[in-house]
């Protein structure tokens, strides 16, 4: 095939050397159009002539160049002639960093010497990669900022080139796995059947129209410059930009990076996706989702994690279904200008979906007016305490409202599932209960120095992950925290100056052990009322279904005793 080379001081010209031994034409006598004999037809001829022209294009060279700048009344100011085009290198200059000033001969090309200020001092200048320059002084006349920019072949006419000091060229780094994604080419890259090998980088803003991404077994793998400048966008309608080749064939890993998504048109969504074998991950940090219509919907995979991500406008409701195994986390992410008339949550349960790890998000999340937060049932998290909502600031279109019914109505910060901490907006699980004594019964002692339950009506309220299988027991349902302070404040009539002992009973596997007890004597108070005191706080380790309640004796005899109304005890994590 032809070499073809070139040399951007003469223009666009392009000097073909034959080299031989190619499949390609070398001259307009190899050409034939005979679509039978492969790779000399003139398509072929062409399309090897495209591909060499898109070579040079985007051939690249570093130039050291310089622009007059007036530093006479200002210090500042703004680089004025950059090529379009060309970017501009940082720190080419040693300590002088990206730039140096230079005086001007009489052509007005630099003389490589600093202008100096009336103390003799040199005149240095500050340049930023955006073309901002900074002088340390001001000089009478004008000068020349030198600095150095790289530009490729394709924007050369774009270059004045008296002003270019110097040059070289500079060899690309080949990638040789990464698949360069644009408007052009779309429907032969990620229109396409996807290489789970490759990683697909999106170079700008990608109009998908009705083009669908079809995310293989193997997986995909999509990074962008930043979510500023890449993107995948669809204003179709009945569109969906990532799909499964068929549910039951499935897909793999989606890891995505750097890029937003907007899918705004109608009945549209992101997402119908099926995970392969149950896991996989669908991982995203740094992704914006702009005026989505929906989200869509996701089955069966392992594992989500969004990193730095946002909601920002639209109505971007995702559907989880089917058992997912290892869990969802949403971290550092914001939810802004959401839909006032969409009806659908950020976050629901789909088809027999099931979240055997946890679901934790710390958004900072502003709904619409109809909207809700989530729609989870306390079904869908058959392990305690895996519906987390940690640190989260939710408001509904600016107002914050924890009792707010529409934020999650059918699942409560009290449902064992529910583990709410932290959050403002939104109300916060504080697992634990109380009893209190509501009716006064005696206790009755049997004999000295032997407990009995204490007596008496209690009646348990608050109960978070607690419930009360008997009278005055409370019993742990979750299986964390196990760490709790056990409070209590009694009032023990009993008989005068008798020594009555209360004890914390923990009953585990149905084996009831003394974990604490306090002894008191009974006051010989005015009126015939002759009480005793018992307070205090006690932390103590409470695992899952294990029951906790309070028992008496007398130590000095065998009296009976009367708990008052109003006595009660609390549990709650520490």
């Given amino acids: 095939m032809s070499e073809y080379v070139y040399n951007p001081l003469r223009g666009s010209n392009l000097d073909a050397v034959g080299t031989g031994g190619g499949g390609s034409p070398t001259s307009s006598s190899d050409i034939t159009n005979d679509s039978t004999i492969t ?40 680089l004025q002639s950059t090529p379009t085009g060309a970017s501009i290198n940082e720190d080419q200059f040693g300590e002088a960093g990206s730039s140096v000033l230079s005086t001007l001969t009489l052509q007005n090309t630099p003389t490589f010497e600093s202008p100096s200020n009336a103390g003799g001092v040199s005149i240095t200048a500050n340049l930023d990669d955006f073309g901002n320059w900074v002088s340390s002084d001001t000089f009478t006349n004008p000068v020349a900022i030198i600095y150095s920019i790289t530009i490729t072949a394709g924007n050369w006419n774009n270059i004045v080139l008296a002003n270019v000091i110097d040059y070289v060229s500079v060899e690309p780094t080949i990638l040789e796995n990464m698949v360069i994604v644009n408007q052009s080419n779309i429907e032969s890259t990620l229109g396409a059947v996807i290489d789970p090998n490759k990683s697909y980088f999106i170079d700008g803003i990608i109009d998908m129209g009705t083009t669908s991404i079809t995310v293989p077994v193997g997986g995909l793998e999509l990074k962008g410059y930043s979510f500023n400048t890449s993107a995948l966008v669809s204003t179709a309608d009945n569109y969906t930009m990532f799909v499964s080749e068929t549910p039951v064939i499935g897909s793999g890993n989606i890891l995505g990076v750097d890029f937003y998504i907007e899918t705004s048109g109608v009945n549209s969504k992101v997402y119908e996706v099926y995970d392969a074998t149950g896991f996989h991950a669908i991982e995203l940090n740094r992704i914006n989702y702009i005026n989505c219509t929906s989200l869509g919907d996701m089955y069966n995979y392992r594992q989500g994690l969004e990193l730095g991500t946002g909601r920002f406008g639209g109505s971007p409701s995702l559907t989880l279904h089917g058992t997912w195994v290892g869990g969802f ?7 802004r200008n959401m839909s006032d008339t969409t009806t659908e949550p950020l976050f629901k349960a789909g088809t027999a979906f099931v979240m055997n790890s946890r679901f934790l998000t710390d958004m900072n999340v502003d709904l619409g007016a109809l909207q809700p937060f989530c729609d989870f049932l306390p079904a869908n998290f058959p392990n305690p ?12 279109n600016g107002v914050t409202n924890a009792e707010d019914s529409n934020i999650a109505p059918n699942i409560s910060e009290r449902d064992l599932a529910s583990s709410w901490r932290g959050n403002n907006g939104i109300n916060n699980t504080f697992v634990g209960g109380s009893c209190e004594v509501v009716t006064e019964i005696e206790t009755v002692i049997s004999a000295q120095n032997v407990p009995s339950v204490l007596s008496g009506t209690q009646t348990p309220s608050d109960l978070q992950h607690f419930d009360s299988p008997a009278n005055g027991q409370l019993r ?56 005793a005191y018992f307070t205090g706080t006690r932390h103590e380790r409470i695992l ?3 029951i906790t309640y309070w028992q008496v004796k007398n130590i000095t005899g065998n009296q009976d005793c009367t708990t008052e109304l109003g006595s009660y005890w609390v549990i709650n994590r520490r």
């Fill in 329 to 335: 986390r949403i971290s550092t992410s914001i939810t």
């Fill in 544 to 546: 899952q279904d294990d």
């Fill in 476 to 531: 742990s349902l979750g299986t964390t925290p196990i760490e709790y302070s056990v409070s209590w404040d009694f009032i023990l009539d009993g008989h005068q100056n008798a020594e009555y002992r209360i004890e914390l009973v923990r009953e585990r596997a149905g084996v009831p052990t003394v974990i604490y007890g306090q002894t008191r004597v009974i006051n010989n108070l005015q009126g015939g009322r002759d009480v």
């Fill in 385 to 396: 305490s895996t519906l987390e909502f940690v640190d989260v600031l939710l408001t509904r």
């Fill in 39 to 78: 790779g000399v037809t003139v398509t072929d001829a062409f399309n090897t002539i495209d591909s060499d022209i898109t070579a040079i294009n985007n051939k690249a060279f570093k130039i050291t160049y310089y622009e007059i700048i007036d530093i006479s009344v200002s210090t500042s100011g703004s």
